[in-house]
């Protein structure tokens, strides 16, 4: 069983930035890819950022493409999103999640979940 805990997110204007956390329960992840989902009121959830926990291969959505970056830390068992030039259309519940290789885009691929975390980008 895999336990990922996402840190608090926040309230933050237009054009600025955030980082989020996960912080996951099993101490080997060498086969897992971590990624970063997110829904927005009335919308479905949708891909955000993936990266392999070897780090060797990252994967983002077109519209965080250039602005978000996702990373790890293995010694930490953490995974990172780091969320720049936020627009009020980021506003969503960030959910972080896990699933073996390969990697999927796709939420029903993905076994292993957080709690979500709250972020509001305001205009």
């Known amino acids: 069983q895999v336990q990922l805990v996402e840190s608090r997110g926040g309230l933050v204007q237009a054009g600025g930035s955030l980082r989020l956390s996960c912080a996951a329960s099993?101490?080997?992840?060498?086969?897992?890819?971590m990624a970063w989902f997110r829904q927005a009121p009335g919308k479905e959830r949708e891909f955000v950022a993936a990266?392999?926990?070897?780090?060797?291969?990252?994967y983002y959505a077109d519209s965080t493409k250039g602005r978000f970056t996702i990373s790890r830390d293995s010694a930490k068992n953490t995974v990172y999103l780091q969320m720049n030039s936020l627009k009020p259309e980021d506003t969503a519940e960030y959910y972080c999640?896990?699933?073996?290789?390969?990697?999927?885009?796709?939420?029903?691929?993905?076994?292993?979940w957080g709690q979500g975390t709250q972020v509001t980008v305001s205009s």
């Open positions: 999640a896990a699933r073996g290789l390969p990697y999927s885009e796709f939420e029903s691929a993905y076994p292993y």
């Open positions: 099993r101490r080997t992840f060498s086969a897992y890819v």
């Open positions: 990266v392999t926990w070897s780090g060797t291969n990252t």
